[in-house]
T-cell receptor
Framework: QQQVKQSPQSLIVQKGGISIINCAYENTAFDYFPWYQQFPGKGPALLIAIRPDVSEKKEGRFTISFNKSAKQFSLHIMDSQPGDSATYFCAAKGTGSARQLTFGSGTQLTVLP | NAGVTQTPKFQVLKTGQSMTLQCAQDMNHEYMSWYRQDPGMGLRLIHYSVGAGITDQGEVPNGYNVSRSTTEDFPLRLLSAAPSQTSVYFC??????????????FGPGTRLTVT
């Protein structure tokens, strides 16, 4: 039972282009939405995160857009670079007794030089 | 700080064998967890611990045991390995499960193959 749905499964973008990865969630009790970046052979690492009281968060070339009413959030990578080629996971953290992170299925991003 | 360390990096088991995947962190984190990563499935939580002596089940706990006798260590035991447990296993830790300092730090992973 996947509570966080991520798309697309894979994405190919030209260098300098914009990469967009989307996630949708079902549980309205989620209160923290991080994105993790994973390079081959490595563990995931936190990239950027947002709480539902804001609609956008930007860190450098990476931006999270959050739509609370639609229960959707997305990662935008501006000026995509070959070094951004990695797998990206969205996640959502619950509240109360369900405080674990629930991950999306992942998006494999390839940025062509 | 070494962060989160995992051993071994690779392991091949035969069906029915048992083994322990080791995980240690040197950041004095309260919360530790084990995930498995399978293609197209993301990361699924196996077991987690909110402190020494306290563990609980995650989404996919069957076939795995954990214990947390110290803050630093959180081993994952496969009781009787099955081919369905072929996966990449990640250990993660965070200072706490709630509040602003809840970023999870992941180890480098253990790639397990069960034949």
């Amino acid at each position: 039972q996947q509570q966080v749905k991520q798309s697309p499964q894979s994405l190919i973008v030209q260098k300098g282009g914009i990469s967009i990865i989307n996630c949708a969630y079902e549980n309205t009790a989620f209160d923290y939405f991080p994105w993790y970046q994973q390079f081959p052979g490595k563990g995931p690492a936190l990239l950027i995160a947002i709480r539902p009281d804001v609609s956008e968060k930007k860190e450098g070339r990476f931006t999270i857009s959050f739509n609370k009413s639609a229960k959707q959030f997305s990662l935008h990578i501006m000026d995509s670079q070959p070094g951004d080629s990695a797998t990206y996971f969205c996640a959502a953290k619950g509240t109360g007794s369900a405080r674990q992170l629930t991950f999306g299925s992942g998006t494999q991003l390839t940025v062509l030089p | 700080n070494a962060g989160v360390t995992q051993t071994p990096k690779f392991q091949v088991l035969k069906t029915g064998q048992s083994m322990t995947l080791q995980c240690a962190q040197d950041m004095n984190h309260e919360y530790m967890s084990w995930y498995r990563q399978d293609p197209g499935m993301g990361l699924r939580l196996i077991h987690y611990s909110v402190g020494a002596g306290i563990t609980d089940q995650g989404e996919v706990p069957n076939g795995y045991n954990v214990s947390r006798s110290t803050t630093e260590d959180f081993p994952l035991r496969l009781l009787s390995a099955a081919p369905s447990q072929t996966s990449v296993y990640f250990c993660a830790s965070s200072y706490t499960l709630t509040g602003p300092s809840n970023e999870q730090y992941f180890g480098p992973g253990t790639r397990l193959t069960v034949t």
